[in-house]
């Protein structure tokens, strides 16, 4: 299937080399053996489609966590937000790159189905927000770039989402420790002292409780070693 | 895994670095999980999504 979709004034098709083979991908989605795998590959499906007509996507919150900490933090959804400073996506864009992939739309424009996801959700979201000091980690995926938040600012997210609530939210609290267990270990990159710096800044405050997570990993990496 | 400094940093993973290390991930972050490990970030609109869908189906047979 040649993917082509409205950009700017008029529909534009995309010379060979641009070509995305939507139906091979769908097929190697389908066939990809664990839920995190088949969500990875449709999020570099549909972003190098976005791409193709003209937006730059990221991938955020609960699927983000899933990637890094891979597929043991399983989200119903795949989280797309616009990347910085692009400009809102047209309803008309959204549709074609959907169309293109077969997906539903389900009650909105902003939520889709696709059958080769099961269960899981598209949920395209506005401009990411960022505080903007830690790296953009880019997968090179099988059809595209997966550009993901940084690892940073999610674990510092999650562990402020944790606290917020009284009691402890114990499943965001758990995915804050796995994150910090696979940036500890230095298997995912990361930069700890940013951590810190994130989690102390305005934004969040929670730089005691990022303390309190650190520890927490450190110590129970010891005790399963 | 290599970092380059542009006009915006980035972490820049190959396919085959990321696949290769996600063993070891999956592991490192079991590990921590502890009782409450494999936990599912169920959207709570899913059912109604669901339910929409059914009907919606149903409605256009």
Redesign the interface.
């Known amino acids: 299937m040649i993917f082509s979709v409205a950009s700017g004034g008029g529909r534009r098709h995309f010379e060979r080399n641009e070509m995305i083979n939507t139906a091979a991908a769908l097929e190697e989605i389908r066939a990809a053996p664990t839920q995190s795998e088949k969500n990875l590959r449709a999020a570099s499906l549909l972003m190098a489609l976005f791409r193709a007509a003209g937006w730059e996507m990221v991938v955020v919150g ?1 699927s983000a966590i899933e990637f ?10 795949l989280d797309l937000c616009r990347a910085l400073g692009t400009k809102p996506l047209p309803a008309r864009v959204e549709a074609d790159v959907m169309k293109a992939v077969g997906a ?1 739309p ?2 909105t424009r902003r ?1 889709w ?1 696709l059958d080769a996801l099961g ?1 899981v ?1 598209i949920d395209l979201l506005g401009e990411v927000e960022t505080v903007g000091v830690a ?8 059809y595209g770039a997966v ?1 993901l938040m940084p690892v940073e600012e999610l674990l510092v997210e999650r562990t402020f989402m944790a606290v917020l609530r009284e009691p402890r939210d ?2 965001a609290w ?2 804050a ?6 940036c500890l ?1 230095g ?3 990361a930069d700890w002292g940013k951590v810190e710096r994130i989690a102390a800044g305005k934004e969040y405050g929670v730089a005691a409780a990022v303390r309190r997570l650190r520890k ?2 450190t110590r ?2 010891k005790k ?1 070693k | ?1 290599k ?1 380059k400094k542009i006009s ?8 085959k670095e ?1 696949m290769d ?6 592991e ?7 009782k ?8 709570p609109s ?1 059912d109604k ?2 339910a ?2 059914a009907r919606r189906s149903t409605a256009t047979r």
């Open positions: 609960g890094y900490t891979e597929g043991d933090y399983l989200t119903m959804d539903q389900v009650g939520q189905l269960e959700t790296p953009w980690q880019t997968l090179q995926g099988p550009r114990e499943e758990t995915a420790k796995q994150l910090a267990a696979v270990s298997e995912v990159p927490e990993v129970e990496n399963n | 895994v970092t915006e940093p980035e972490i820049v993973w190959t396919w990321w290390s996600r063993a070891r991930r999956g490192l972050s079991q590990a921590v999980a502890g409450g490990k494999a936990r599912r970030s169920i959207n899913q999504l669901k929409r869908l």
